[in-house]
């Protein structure tokens, strides 16, 4: 009450200065004042005293979503408004409990407008519930931000629904960066590179940390590459650059240091002239750049040792990596099983060498076509070995027509 009569005071004194529409402005302030105070003093119910109690505000329709005040979030509980909410949107709390908790405790979220705008790009309702559930912090963007990262998005995919897919498999590829200005100049640095529609689209989809990356750091790795391009006697980096990135799409989210040091392991390791690195580089040999650096040297040591007590030379494994690097990505025990599996049913090394891409089989898989083969008395050294590694369907119709016609 004393705040109100120092302000009657006050106004007393104005009153003789003020013209008429000035005088009922300030009436109109006064009884505005007064109101509020008696609503306080009652016991009438706060601004956060709404939200918390679930009446709609000014920002929670903006955001569509729950707003909680931070007195109920200090004792790090759950917001139980948004709990509610999820729970009615049918999002598996259990899951999100166990991927992101912390989201549950948060004061503004956007579930429902995240629901809305994901429902008006051709998403289901249980489709909705599902990318929350796997990515929870994705009830964390704003309107705004889906806007234009869906545009952004859709300058590389065809149409919505594509998009939607995605968000279906892997929520965590849209989601994961709220960085809209960082993924626009990613987008027009990777197309300047003559990367097209569909590899913006393969790398978007399958290495979606590329466009997460500070572009500064893909500029890194991409003149890197070209000037291993370059080094090797190359004289069309950009295409040499676009083939290592066809056949690993991961290449951009690895360290330089990682990159450059595998490079010349395999190098002075195997011997390679410039030439054949080139080509290793630029075919499978760009797969294993993935490898730890220590990871690679252990799986080539112990392929080494492994082919050499079969019979091989180190030229042989030098030919054998070259035809098919990815033998490197085989651990020790899983190589060594599978060329033991293959030497016993009677195929001989030097035939592995020489087509290596036998070892993709799982050793079950080898084991049964070994057998089913020798049923038939297939003769691997007259034959060769190029049933093992064909498709279940092809596999198949071949054995046929060799039970049938022996001699084919």
């Known amino acids: 009450m004393a705040c109100i009569s120092a302000v009657l005071r006050f106004t007393r004194g104005l009153l003789n200065q003020r013209s008429p529409l000035q005088l009922a402005a300030c009436s109109a302030a006064l009884h505005s004042s007064t ?15 709404k939200l918390c109690s679930g009446t709609a505000s000014n920002d929670e329709k903006l955001h569509s979503g729950t707003i909680c005040n931070d007195e109920k979030l200090r004792s790090g509980a759950e ?3 948004l709990v509610e909410n999820l729970a ?5 709390l259990k899951m999100v ?6 989201v549950l405790r948060k004061a503004i979220t956007n579930e429902r407008g995240l629901a809305y705008f994901l429902l008006s790009k051709g998403a289901s309702h249980e489709a909705v519930a599902g990318i929350i559930s796997r990515y929870p912090r994705s ?27 995605i968000l279906e498999r892997s929520p965590e590829s849209f989601f994961r960066s709220s960085d809209n200005d960082n993924l626009q100049k990613n987008i027009l640095f990777l197309g300047s590179l003559g990367l097209n529609s569909k590899d913006l689209h393969r790398l978007l989809t399958t290495a979606p940390r590329t466009f997460s990356n500070r572009v500064e750091l893909n500029r890194q790795m991409i003149e890197l590459l070209q ?32 990159i450059k040091t595998n490079i010349a392991f395999l190098q002075e390791t195997l011997g390679l002239s410039n030439t054949e690195l080139m080509g290793l580089l630029q075919g499978h040999g760009a797969d294993i750049l993935d490898l730890s650096n220590e990871c690679l040297k252990r799986n080539f040591k112990n392929a080494e040792k492994k082919l050499m ?54 050793v079950e898989n080898i084991k049964r076509r070994l057998a089913e083969l020798q049923l038939i ?14 498709s279940r369907k092809r596999f198949e119709a071949k054995l046929v027509r060799l039970a049938v016609f022996p001699q084919e």
Request: aromatic residues 6%; proline residues 3%.
């Open 227 to 258: 000037d291993v391009c370059i080094n090797l006697g190359g004289d069309q980096p950009e295409q040499f650059v676009k083939a290592i990135i066809s056949r690993n799409l991961y290449i951009l989210i690895r360290s330089t240091k990682r």
């Open 97 to 102: 409990r166990r991927r992101q908790p912390g």
């Open 377 to 390: 008395d297939y003769d691997f050294k007259k034959n060769g070995i190029g049933i093992l590694d064909s």
């Open 35 to 49: 109101s509020n105070d008696e609503k306080l003093r009652s016991g009438a119910a706060s601004n956060d005293e």
């Open 309 to 362: 007590s079969l019979g091989c030379s180190r030229s042989d494994v030098k030919k054998m990596i070259i035809n098919y690097a990815p033998v490197l990505f085989v651990s020790p025990d899983n190589l060594k099983n599978k060329l033991d599996s293959l030497v016993e049913g009677g195929v001989h090394i030097k035939q592995i060498v020489e087509k290596p891409k036998v070892l993709d089989f799982s």
């Open 88 to 92: 009615t949107m049918g999002v598996d």
């Open 139 to 165: 009830i964390t963007r704003s309107g705004v931000h889906l806007e234009e990262r869906w545009e952004l998005w859709r300058s590389i995919f065809k149409s919505n629904s594509e998009i939607v897919n």
């Open 79 to 81: 917001n139980a408004s």
